[in-house]
T-cell receptor, first 110, second 112 residues
């Protein structure tokens, strides 16, 4: 599975959009981009995933560049409860391992 | 809400004891995972399984062992607990293709 690179930390003002970048320059054609978040020490929570098209759900939007080498997770109106570590993962769905990197620690401030 | 359960949530145990951390899921998922995470640190995959009777080691070496006799059950065992095993252990499961992983609430283990 391809590796990802994320900034270690970011701040965002409450009510503003949080844009979390992820680089995955070695992604293969059959690998999906997944985003999870972990609030405090709870188990990670799935947010969204995509292959090459942009995706949106009730939690967030995922923008994948045309060359698929990077993506951005967008939380449109960040709240204090969105403070968490956000993980970007690329995975071939035939693969069996699911590994996490360091993620981005997002701090939403009042 | 995810149907994956871990017990116990908290465990304090003496050095040398044998322990088993339980993980069960009711979603019929083929893939299951165990992670170890120290406070403020990364999640490390220590074991995974892609079906009954399959178990593999993850990317972090662990003295624990796992078994997968039934689809829904993926227990983790430490034969002789040591203080270095003190950590949080998270279990997860996912379907075969193109599905997200669901995580349990975790077991916080303290070995004294």
């Amino acid at each position: 599975d391809a590796k990802t690179t994320q900034p270690p930390s970011m701040d965002c003002a409450e009510g503003r959009a949080a844009n979390l970048p992820c680089n995955h320059s070695t992604i293969s054609g059959n690998e999906y981009v997944y985003w999870y978040r972990q609030i405090h020490s709870q188990g990670p929570q799935y947010i969204i995933h995509g292959l090459k098209n942009n995706e949106t759900n009730e939690m967030a939007s995922l923008i994948i560049t045309e060359d698929r080498k990077s993506s951005t997770l967008i939380l449109p109106h960040a709240t204090l409860r969105d403070t968490a570590v956000y993980y970007c993962i690329v995975q071939n769905n035939a693969g069996n391992m699911l590994t996490f990197g360091g993620g981005t620690r997002l701090m939403v401030k009042p | 809400e995810a149907d994956i359960y871990q017990t116990p949530r908290y465990l304090v145990i003496g050095t040398g004891k044998k322990i088993t951390l339980e993980c069960s899921q009711t979603m019929g998922h083929d893939k299951m995972y165990w992670y170890q995470q120290d406070p403020g640190m990364e999640l490390h995959l220590i074991h995974y399984s892609y079906g009954v009777n399959s178990t593999e080691k993850g990317d972090l070496s662990s003295e624990s062992t796992v078994s997968r006799i039934r689809t829904e059950h993926f227990p983790l065992t430490l034969e002789s607990a040591r203080p270095s095993h003190t950590s949080q252990y998270l279990c997860a499961s996912s379907g075969f293709r193109n599905t997200e992983a669901f995580f349990g609430q975790g077991t916080r283990l303290t070995v004294v």
